[in-house]
């Protein structure tokens, strides 16, 4: 008989998790995989059909609840309200996933408006602040809670052709690293640095043909770009119990980073 299960910590059962943006994506991989470990999901999106619509096909494909809203992160009448439902139906919050994010090409990083990078970081940076005030007195009463955050390879490097995203990004990782310290010994704060995982969404960013082919051949360590499903198990791991340990912490999923080479090929 077999009397020791390695995957007994990544089981999700009695968690339930928010995830926004999560009608779609990398979003929609998280919250199909937390309810495949066995945790109830709220799924916040601006799009509340197909939240709706996912949370729905995600329940057929896991056998467990999981509902959809719709909420825009940036607005506090609507995080409110997506909390206040999400306790209702599950009885508690106690896992939440920041995954809301986007950000444009810019051409000339000094053309940038005020008010574009103020609206850059409304959406990446603020909303994963305000959710987590909204989301706090129920993580304070949860079992192994825990906020986990869809960050970006670029908050760490430079990458002036995405100003206001990056830098709303690095913004984020410093906050979320914030309050992992206010915190302390109550609800662990991971972020995840996610690298390419090629998506309608480039397209819609600015990018064009040639440069979307580029990046689905990077040149990094795995030599590929990374799938919904890549990024999602390393929110499972940060989420459940088998991360019970680590917390402030900026973990990097991406392929690998850069393959420097040292010698002609
Ligand atoms: N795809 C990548 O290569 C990549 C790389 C690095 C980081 N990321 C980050 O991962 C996260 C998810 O990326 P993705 O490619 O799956 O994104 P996506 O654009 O495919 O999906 C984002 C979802 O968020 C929803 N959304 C947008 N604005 C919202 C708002 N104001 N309120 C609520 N929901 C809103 C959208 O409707 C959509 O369903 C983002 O934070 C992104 O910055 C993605």
Known sequence: MVQFDPFADFRMDGQIAIVTGGAQNIGEAIARTFAGAGAGVMIADLNGDQAVATAA????QTG???KGIGCDVTVEADIQRCVDET???????STLVNNVGWGRAVDDPLAVSAEEMIDSYRLNTISALRMTAACRPFLLQAQNASITNSGSMVGTLPAF???PYSA??????HMMLGLAHYFAGQVRINTVLIGTVLTAGYA???LDAAAQEKLAHPNNLTGRAGSPQDVADAFLWLASRAGAWVSGQTIQVH???TRVRLKPQ
């Not at 306790?87 to 919050?93: C, E, K, S, T």
């Not at 709303?168 to 990782?173: C, P, S």
């Open 57 to 60: 096909t995600i329940a057929e």
């Open 64 to 66: 467990r609840a999981v």
């Open 87 to 93: 306790v209702a139906v599950f009885g508690g919050i």
């Open 161 to 163: 052709d995405f100003l």
């Open 168 to 173: 709303a990004k690095a913004a984020m990782n």
């Open 204 to 206: 819609d960013a600015g």
């Open 255 to 257: 392929g690998g980073g």
